[in-house]
Each structure stands twice: as structure tokens, then as C-alpha cells.
């Protein structure tokens, strides 16, 4: 079985502020994660994505997130909030059937000016 | 080419008409998948199209019929739709094989409404 969860639905920084957005995973087998991020009536578009390489993975537009075992977590950062970072984000795994990614719930990033 | 484009934008359909969605993507991409999605929730899989075969299927209603003409389209059939299947269709694409480690890349969506 797979899951994660993403803790807290809706977050808001200041512009330049730094961005954590938490994920934490359930996996019965070594997990491969993801981000995604969403755009208002877009689909979803790849941040960056665990596959074991290596812990702290760099994804697009200055977000990286870094792999955690002891804590099950991956949380995404970015060191400076942007005004068009503002969009819902998504942690996904992908432990079990190769095809199937579970998604986490979503939070949505709000930056203020 | 990264791109998977999906057709129409926006769709409104009666209970009582037949409609199809269209997705295309030519990145060679050998699986591919519909999702719905509703307002403030992630994605949800309803298919999953493996070589041109259907490999996964969500229990989605039978009133939803996938087909994958080819490698590159896939289409969903929608017939007798109710008013709570108005969603956000996301179509994507991945590479095939044994790796969990293929990303999928997502269409815009088709914005469906049944009224």
C-alpha cells in the first residue's frame, strides 16, 4: 500500500519569502516521489522527482525537495517565493503497481506581494 | 516535442448525448491514462492504456468508454452522463517498461460540464 499526506491544504508567504511545502509517504517498498505543480484550469506539470539517485533533488524554477527515510518525508522548498509560484502543488508516489501514482491531497501556495 | 494537447477545452453535454474526448501526444509514449479531477481535489485514475491495451480500469462507470485508436490517441466516450460527473479530464502519457520511475506528463484537461 502507498500513500502520502500533505499537511496543511493552503499556504501563504510573503514574495521573497522561503516556500516549504510538506510531504510525508507511506510505502511498504523503497517509494519513488514526486511534485507536481498546477496551474488555475491547466493540468499537472513536473517539478522534480525521487528516483533513489540521490536525496536532495533539484527540480524547474528554483524548487528542490530532499528525500528523508528516517522522517518518510519530502518536503519541497524554494529559497525565494515568486508571484507566479502561486498554484496548487502536488506530492505523488509510485511504490507499488509501476503504472498507478497515488496523490497526495494538494496544497495551494498563495504568495503576497 | 513534451507536449500532450487534449480536445475540446471545455465541453457541455446533456444527460442524454454522446460526446468523446481526444488526446494526442508524440513523444513515442507507449502508456496512457485519463484521470478526472474534481474542484480543489487531486487527480483520480479512471484508465490506464498499456501498448494500446487497456491495462487499468478504476471501476469507472460504464457510461466512460476509453479507446486507444494508436500508440499516440486516446479517446473517452461519454454517454449518459450525470451531473456529478462534471469534472476536469486530465489525459496523460509516460514511458512503458518495468521502472516506477517514469514521470507522466499531463494534457491541459477538458473542462467538462453536464447540465
Known amino acids: 500500500a502507498q500513500s502520502v499526506t500533505q499537511l496543511g491544504s493552503h499556504v501563504s508567504v510573503s514574495e521573497g519569502a522561503l516556500v516549504l511545502l510538506r510531504c510525508n509517504y507511506s510505502?511498504?517498498?523503497?517509494?519513488?516521489l514526486f511534485w507536481y505543480v498546477q496551474y488555475p484550469n491547466q493540468g499537472l506539470q513536473l517539478l522534480l522527482k525521487?528516483?533513489?539517485?540521490?536525496?536532495l533533488v533539484k527540480g524547474i524554477n528554483g524548487f528542490e525537495a530532499e528525500f528523508k527515510k528516517s522522517e518518510t518525508s519530502f518536503h519541497l522548498t524554494k529559497p525565494s517565493a515568486h508571484m507566479s509560484d502561486a498554484a496548487e502543488y502536488f506530492c505523488a508516489v509510485n511504490s507499488g503497481g509501476y503504472q498507478k501514482v497515488t496523490f497526495g491531497t494538494g496544497t495551494k501556495l498563495q504568495v503576497i506581494p | 516535442d513534451t507536449e500532450v494537447t487534449q480536445t475540446p477545452k471545455h465541453l457541455v453535454m446533456g444527460m442524454t448525448n454522446k460526446k468523446s474526448l481526444k488526446c494526442e501526444q508524440h513523444?513515442?509514449?507507449?502508456?496512457m491514462y485519463w484521470y478526472k479531477q474534481k474542484a480543489k481535489k487531486p487527480p483520480e485514475l479512471m484508465f490506464v492504456y498499456s501498448y494500446e491495451k487497456l491495462s487499468i480500469n478504476e471501476s469507472v462507470p460504464s457510461r466512460f468508454s476509453p479507446e486507444c485508436p494508436n500508440s499516440s490517441l486516446l479517446n473517452l466516450h461519454l454517454h449518459a452522463l450525470q451531473p456529478e460527473d462534471s469534472a476536469l479530464y486530465l489525459c496523460?502519457?509516460?514511458?512503458?517498461?518495468?521502472?516506477?520511475?517514469?514521470?507522466?506528463?499531463f494534457g491541459p484537461g477538458t473542462r467538462l460540464t453536464v447540465t
Open positions: 510505502s511498504s517498498v523503497p517509494p519513488y
Open positions: 513523444m513515442g509514449h507507449r502508456a
Open positions: 496523460a502519457s509516460s514511458q512503458e517498461g518495468s521502472s516506477r520511475t517514469y514521470e507522466q506528463y
Open positions: 525521487y528516483t533513489s539517485a540521490a536525496t
